[in-house]
């Protein structure tokens, strides 16, 4: 199994930055794509962001593209997510995730393991 915790969430002013962390459990973490969802209020989860096993390949949701980094070291067994300039349209939990196929972009429905979320909030 595959455990996932997210950390680095919180209140932030428009234009900040902030870095979300998703550390996983388990020996078969470099095995997996990883990626990131978000929720906002009474809205449904949308793909953010996803990384290939090999951190080879990137996938980025058009509305984060120049603003977002998906990064991750396998060695730590952890994934990051740097989020620049944000907006008050990033307001949402954010959800680490984990598919077993191993590339991106990830499918909702492809999603093995999911992380209970942190909360992002942006001030304008």
């Known amino acids: 199994q595959v455990q996932l915790v997210e950390s680095g969430g919180g209140l932030v002013q428009a234009g900040g930055s902030l870095r979300l962390s998703c550390a996983a459990s388990g020996r078969t973490f470099s095995s997996y794509a990883m990626g990131w969802f978000r929720q906002a209020a009474e809205k449904k989860r949308e793909f953010v962001v996803g990384i290939s096993w090999s951190g080879r390949f990137t996938s980025y949701a058009d509305s984060v593209k120049g603003r977002f980094t998906i990064s991750r070291d396998n060695a730590k067994n952890t994934v990051y997510l740097q989020m620049n300039n944000l907006k008050p349209e990033d307001t949402a939990v954010y959800y680490c995730?984990?598919?077993?196929?191993?590339?991106?972009?990830?499918?909702?429905?492809?999603?093995?393991?999911w992380g209970q979320g942190t909360q992002v909030t942006v001030s304008s």
């Open positions: 995730a984990a598919d077993p196929g191993g590339w991106a972009p990830i499918k909702i429905g492809d999603v093995e393991y």
